[in-house]
């Protein structure tokens, strides 16, 4: 298989920024603060399913 598997890609990226920023058991992430998401629109803020 020559294809690319894309989320492979995207979460081996990810893992790779929370490892360089030192992230950790002991030294979660925070938000804003140690990791930006790069999920548009952010995780919560986006279009939401009408009410039963």
């Known amino acids: 298989m020559d294809g690319e598997y894309r989320t492979k890609r995207l979460v081996l990226t990810e893992h790779d920024r929370m490892a360089t920023a030192g992230l ?12 930006a998401s790069p999920l548009t ?4 803020h986006g279009p939401r399913h009408p009410a039963a």
């Not at 002991?26 to 938000?31: G, Q």
């Not at 629109?41 to 919560?44: E, K, S, T």
């Open 24 to 35: 950790s058991l002991e030294k979660p992430l925070v938000d804003g603060e140690t990791y």
């Open 41 to 44: 629109p952010p995780p919560g």
